[in-house]
């Protein structure tokens, strides 16, 4: 189980999961600005454009048909678990069936080169 860091006196949580948001692109701006509300959950991300195939993926407009994906955005932070948890269901509270997929992975390490 990874300790918290420190620093000084106050301890900070410990950086033990990776969150990983896919949705539909639609939705990128209202999930990142949510994000911006919520520092304590998430201080950073990252965002990348992706395609996604799925039974649960709705296709929209003629190009996603034809390619028989669906033009998604993938949202990842390295967040602490139970705060992880938080912002899912506070996303699922807001967005409930709104086409986002998720999943909470362990972080072995996780550092900056500076």
């Known amino acids: 189980m990874p300790r918290p860091l420190q620093s ?14 896919v949705l539909p692109q639609s939705l990128e701006e ?11 959950w ?34 990842q932070a390295v967040m602490n678990a139970d705060d992880a948890r938080a912002l899912v269901a506070h996303l699922r509270g807001g967005l409930a069936k709104s086409q986002i997929a998720y999943w909470i992975v362990p972080a072995i390490e996780f550092g900056r080169f500076v």
């Not at 209202?30 to 304590?40: A, I």
């Open 30 to 40: 209202e999930v990142v600005d949510d994000l911006l509300r919520h520092p304590e």
């Open 42 to 75: 998430a201080s950073g991300f990252t965002i990348t454009q992706v395609e996604g195939k799925g039974s649960g993926v709705r296709l929209r407009g003629a190009g996603e048909e034809v390619r028989g994906r669906a033009r998604r955005v993938q949202l």
């Open 8 to 21: 000084g006196r106050r301890k900070l949580k410990a950086l033990d999961c990776v969150l990983t948001l």
